[in-house]
């Protein structure tokens, strides 16, 4: 016997539903992990510029410490503008306006040269800033030299977030992870070659590994520029014609979208760094241990990153589409992924908590063993808190696919230092829990912070909200 159509259509459907977040989940995958390696491969550089420093004594990492301090700030406020260019240009991409996603890029790189230009120029003035600050002449004018090899990185560093978030908005964010992991190695010779005078290269030390990243980051730009202009599928967006219009409503909506997310990041920021000076206070051990154990859970968050930028793409291709159900579920999709991911990375930090520390510090020395030890134990305070992290930074992102950012930072200043800082500097010292007090401010935050962020993204969509695509 044959069903009724309606009982056959209604049998069918839960199938189908399925299928289609199925589908859902497997192109943000296609998204994410791209982003995600590449994030990685910037931690990697990092890194590997901090081990060659190292090479060079304290004093030279000390300095490479506070030239950071300086760079941060301006490079974080430009960061988020350039990353208002994934929001445009995905809504763009979604509403089948190629000329307008060439336009979102265009301000965004527009962006990029109007504020670097400034910003470099005030950091060739380090020194005077540090020693204002109280630091001493010698870290001072070691920060000097290394900021002076760092000027004008800053511009093609924005600019190849630019691009890289113009080609993940198109569907293709592999170009942009090829070009890093180059970079990889090159940065890794060239610092190592510039630092020590090798291969026929002056002996430079700070100034050099300062230019070694200049460089690098101007050649991961120029690649970047050029797959853009000569490769499919993005060569068809022409992304260097009429680059010289300015378009200043474009450019306006850029800035409205992008400095809330500069601000978010810097508080977030603010907190984690502060929270080094209260531990500071407790004890040089402690602040081993919290460094290593902050430098884990910034590995971790690397995986929820991409995924955080893979949301912002899929939710503004569905914002394009004018399809509200497609954004609901695109973000929602994007958080049970982080979750899944973030709860597997957790249960393996977990296990191997002692384990981890021994690769930053070895088990040689007895203060090392006891360094170690602490690193542990945060390590498992910590995992009442990665998860929880990885879902802000997605339902950041999710909501970033909105246009809504502004409200995320009022959150931010709310969850990371309202209830955050208060909590940590309470709970550290008032309460006598010490740096473990600082690791449980930590996660206050970020359960509030992740909690705020999922029930603003859920009412927004319930209601089928759509913002007004340019």
């Known amino acids: 016997m044959t069903l009724p159509r309606t009982i056959t259509a209604a049998a069918s459907a839960p199938q189908g539903e399925l299928f289609v977040w199925r589908a859902e989940a497997v192109e943000t995958v296609k998204l994410a992990w791209p982003m995600a390696l590449t994030q990685l491969g910037q931690i990697a550089m990092m890194t590997t510029d901090l081990a060659l420093i190292g090479r060079l004594g304290d004093a030279a990492v000390a300095s490479v410490g506070l030239a950071h301090l300086i760079l941060f700030l ?34 965004g790189l527009w962006a990029a040269v109007i504020l670097g230009v400034p910003i470099n120029i005030i950091q060739m003035w380090g020194e005077d ?5 109280g630091q001493t002449p010698e870290s001072a004018t070691l920060a000097a030299r290394y ?16 691009l890289r978030n113009f080609m993940s908005a198109v569907n293709r964010p592999e170009p942009a992870l090829w070009i890093t992991l180059v970079a990889i190695p090159v940065n890794g010779l060239l ?25 690098v980051n101007l050649g991961m730009c120029a690649a970047a520029v050029w797959v853009c202009y000569a490769l499919r599928p993005f060569k068809k967006y022409r992304v260097l014609g009429r680059f010289w219009r300015m378009d200043w409503e474009l450019m ?41 154990a902050l430098q884990i859970a910034a590995i971790l968050f690397m995986i929820p990153f991409g995924i955080s930028m893979a949301a912002t793409v899929r939710v503004g291709h569905a914002v394009g589409r004018g399809d509200p159900i497609g954004t609901r579920r695109a973000g929602f999709t994007a958080l049970a992924l982080g979750a899944v991911i973030m709860i597997a990375l957790t249960l393996v930090v977990v ?30 305070v910590g995992a009442t808190w990665f998860v929880f992290d990885g879902i802000q930074g997605i339902a950041a992102g999710a909501l970033r696919g909105l246009n809504d950012t502004r409200v995320p930072m009022l959150y931010a200043a709310l969850s990371f230092w309202i209830v955050g800082f208060t909590s940590a500097y309470a709970l550290a ?9 600082v690791w449980i401010g930590f996660a206050l935050s970020l359960w509030l ?22």
């Not at 929270?275 to 290593?292: D, E, K, P, R, V």
């Not at 981890?356 to 020395?365: E, R």
Request: net charge positive; glycine share 10%; charged share 10%.
């Open 74 to 107: 301006g490079f974080v406020f430009g960061m988020g503008l350039v990353s208002a260019v994934a929001t445009l240009a995905a809504q763009a991409y979604g509403a089948r306006e190629p000329r307008m996603v060439r336009r979102s890029l265009r301000m």
């Open 129 to 133: 800033i540090l020693l204002a600050a």
């Open 147 to 162: 900021l002076d090899g760092l000027a004008w990185s800053m511009i093609p560093a924005w600019c190849f977030i630019a």
């Open 191 to 215: 610092a190592y070659a510039l630092i020590h005078g090798h291969y026929g290269l002056p002996r430079l030390d700070l100034l050099g590994a300062g230019l070694a990243t200049t460089f």
């Open 252 to 292: 306006r909506q850029l800035i409205v979208i992008g400095v809330p997310i500069s601000g978010t990041m810097l508080l977030e920021w603010g907190l984690f760094s502060s929270a080094a000076i209260l531990i500071g206070w407790i004890g040089t051990t402690a602040l081993a241990a919290h460094q290593i």
């Open 351 to 380: 296990v191997f908590r002692d384990v981890i520390p021994v690769l930053f510090l070895g088990d040689t020395v007895t203060a090392a063993a006891e360094t170690t030890r602490l690193a542990g134990a945060l390590l498992l």
């Open 429 to 437: 010292f008032w309460f006598g829990f010490g740096v473990y007090g």
């Open 449 to 470: 912070f992740a909690a705020l962020l999922t029930v603003r993204f859920r009412n927004l969509t319930a209601r089928g909200y759509l913002p007004a695509v340019p």
